[in-house]
């Protein structure tokens, strides 16, 4: 492929990422129907639409981060000085969180120790 025809496909990919179909996104990538279908056959290709998908996928979840950052410290402001109702409502608010908060981040522990015990096996 070309420099030219490398930029098409990569546009290409960014729109199927994006979620547009393929028949859309062909002609605004300045390719024809059936050259973005060949295109998109390759493994290659998949790859990186993957790659796409989860650049997109881990910027959102680091917005979400953030977020979640912010939101724990609006309930902790209410904890500190709301009213008694509105502490009571966000003080269940972190106990019903608290829980499955810990048990994700414990799973998560456990599986990175079985997926580094599978490599050290493997390796």
Do not use: W
Not at 114 to 119: A, I, M, P
């Amino acid at each position: 492929m070309t420099a030219t025809s490398d930029n098409k496909a990569e546009l290409l990919a960014v729109a199927v990422a994006s979620g547009q179909a393929i028949k859309e996104a062909a002609p605004a990538c300045g390719l024809s129907v059936s050259r973005a279908y060949h295109i998109t056959s390759t493994v290659e290709f998949r790859s990186r639409v993957a790659e796409i998908r989860q650049s997109i996928l881990d910027g959102a979840v680091g917005r979400l981060n953030a977020a979640a950052i912010r939101a724990v410290d609006a309930l902790i402001a209410v904890l500190d000085s709301g009213e008694d109702k509105d502490r009571i409502t966000a003080a269940k608010t972190v106990l019903s969180l608290l829980g499955p908060i810990s048990e994700l981040g414990e799973l998560r522990v456990r599986l990175d120790r079985l997926e580094h015990g599978k490599s050290r096996a493997a390796g």
